[in-house]
């Protein structure tokens, strides 16, 4: 357990329980879902024609967006605000998130989420 002095508490706090931080993973990793499920609904020959595919792959893909760039941003607050890190490491991290979506969010909660969970 690291002890961040500017914001008064333990890093592992910032994680919570298990049950927290496998529902951030799970928002990371939406992304990657959505494709899984485009992917699966195009590429194979699953085609019903009473439900409208892609009207629900347009909405599901809509709202995994929102979902993933509101857990991105919860995740820069709680890299620049939570957690006992350089400046360098903060950057090198931001830039990670941004540039390697959403492998790079996923690796974030992975490192710093999911490893620091309260068991």
């Known amino acids: 357990m690291l ?9 592992n706090d910032m994680a919570g ?5 496998t529902l951030l993973g799970i928002a990371a ?3 990657l879902l959505t ?7 195009f590429l194979s020959e699953f085609r ?3 439900i409208p595919l892609g009207e629900i792959i347009l909405t599901t893909g809509a709202l995994s ?13 709680l890299l620049h605000n939570r957690i006992n890190a350089t400046d360098s490491e903060k950057t090198s991290w931001s830039m990670i998130m941004l540039l390697f979506f959403p492998i790079g969010v ?3 909660w992975y490192r710093f989420i999911w490893r620091n969970r309260n068991s």
């Open 3 to 11: 002890y961040n002095q500017a914001a008064g508490l333990l890093v």
């Open 17 to 21: 329980s298990r049950t927290r931080a």
């Open 106 to 108: 996923v690796g974030f």
């Open 48 to 50: 019903p024609r009473t």
């Open 65 to 77: 967006m929102l979902v993933f760039w509101s857990t991105m941003g919860y995740f820069l607050y």
């Open 29 to 31: 990793s939406m992304p």
């Open 35 to 41: 494709i899984a499920a485009f992917a699966f609904v």
